[in-house]
């Protein structure tokens, strides 16, 4: 593909200059000539088909077309009632008509690649990643910062991940959603790439356009086995994020929310703590299990090899109660 062809493909699809490098590795050539010949605005499939074929980018149109959804470089079209917004408020998803197709972007591709084509995303090099995640995160917290300014002065304003939940609470959302469970991996630690924590832990319940199980990836679980995966993830220190769309099983050092929250300053606010966590050093017996679970250090043995619990550490997460095994944590319900 000639340079200049693929630095104006490169532009529609929002790609920084930074990443001139690298983008081609994450979008195939055929894929540019199609961001080219779609360029902003939407197409409906019938026209999409005709497109392709005119064009000759593949000899199965329809084929072509499921493949740059499956790997996010193209979005389809939300209608009225559509999407996760349409989903949290319990609105009946339209029936399916004729679908309507648009170019996605870099800063949604880089995840999808991450997450799906890890081992090629393993080969780029160490400083590559970096510059990578740096950028993403830098973009997510410029793409939220004014509902989380809004959330500092109180109000209360929608946006993922903004609780800490329990694990009961956790069940209680896969009791709700028995129907539609997908597991995926946890972008925010694919895209860290370098840590030993398990990845592929988080759960889906919106499976509607756009969704992750909608473009071809995660597996489809029983509610049983969505509770096993989540007391797991809570045994191995990994944290239970969400609402009744998503439920997060991640750790301070790769997840976004947490990543956020630290650089904006909302600890108790965002991700919200509903919990306040009392220690009780009368019932320890100084087994150090907290000390391994706990993401924020706010459990530290003093020069007697006691147990302490420093509130101002604390984030609130809830899931050192559960497993400490004096019952020697508690949780209590804020006001």
């Not at 949604?108 to 890890?118: G, I, K, T």
């Not at 009392?278 to 706010?298: Q, R, T």
Request: charged share 30%; net charge negative; with cysteine.
């Amino acid at each position: 593909m000639e340079q200049e062809r693929l630095i104006q493909a490169m532009q529609i699809f929002g790609v920084p200059e930074e990443f001139y490098d690298v983008a081609p590795l994450m979008v195939q050539e055929v894929e540019w000539e199609m961001i080219l010949a779609m360029g902003k605005k939407s197409w409906p499939q019938s026209e999409l088909e005709a497109m392709v074929e005119e064009k000759k980018l593949a000899a199965g149109a329809p084929d072509f077309i499921w493949e740059c959804y499956h790997r996010s470089i193209i979005d389809k079209v939300l209608g009225e009632n559509e999407g996760v917004g349409a989903f949290l408020a319990g609105k009946e998803q339209p029936p399916e008509g004729e679908r309507s197709y648009q170019i996605s972007d870099f800063y949604s591709r880089y995840p999808f690649y991450a997450m799906f084509e890890y081992y090629a995303y393993g080969k780029l090099p160490r400083e590559t990643k970096k510059r990578l995640n740096d950028w993403d995160l830098g973009v997510y917290m410029e793409v939220n910062r004014e509902i989380i300014e809004a959330k500092k002065r109180g109000e209360e304003r929608p946006l993922h991940n903004s609780d800490f939940i329990t694990l009961e609470e956790a069940y209680a959302f896969v009791d709700r959603h028995q129907e539609a469970i997908c597991r995926y991996p946890c972008n925010c630690k694919t895209m860290m790439y370098y840590h030993n924590r398990p990845q592929n832990v988080c759960l889906h319940f919106y499976c509607g356009p756009n969704s992750t199980l909608d473009r071809g990836h995660g597996t489809k679980i029983s509610a049983e086995e969505a509770k096993a995966l989540l007391k797991e993830c809570n045994e191995k220190g990994l944290m239970q994020s969400g609402e009744d769309v998503a439920i997060c099983n991640c750790d301070s050092y790769a997840c976004y929310p947490i990543q956020m929250g630290k650089a904006m300053d909302t600890k108790g606010i965002y991700p919200r703590s509903k919990y306040d966590i009392v220690f009780h050093p009368e019932k320890c017996d100084n087994c150090g299990e907290c000390l391994k679970i706990c993401n924020f250090a706010a459990f530290c043995k003093d020069e007697n090899g006691k147990i302490t619990h420093d509130m101002e550490k604390c984030w609130g997460c809830t899931i050192c109660a559960p497993n400490c095994p004096q019952k020697a944590i508690e949780l209590v319900a804020k006001g």
